[in-house]
């Protein structure tokens, strides 16, 4: 195996990882969403957003949302 053909099988790796946890980001936006929707409308809010949940959470936990 030539040093290009190394190069381009850690690549691939490296570019199959990333399209993986570009996925799981798409999907827990869309959780996010879906919670951030339930919330404004348990609570008859429109216009609300997921930093706004999140504000929401961590005042109700008491705790800060690790980033």
């Known amino acids: ?21 570009a996925q799981q980001l798409v999907e827990t936006d869309n959780d996010i969403k879906a919670l951030v929707k339930r919330y404004s409308v348990e609570m008859k809010l429109w216009g609300f957003t997921p930093a706004m949940l999140r504000h929401a959470v961590e005042a109700r936990t008491g705790k800060k949302i690790a980033a």
Request: proline share 0%; glycine share 0%; net charge positive.
């Open 1 to 21: 195996m030539t040093e290009i053909d190394t190069i381009i099988n850690d690549a691939r790796k490296a570019l199959a990882k990333r399209d993986r946890i």
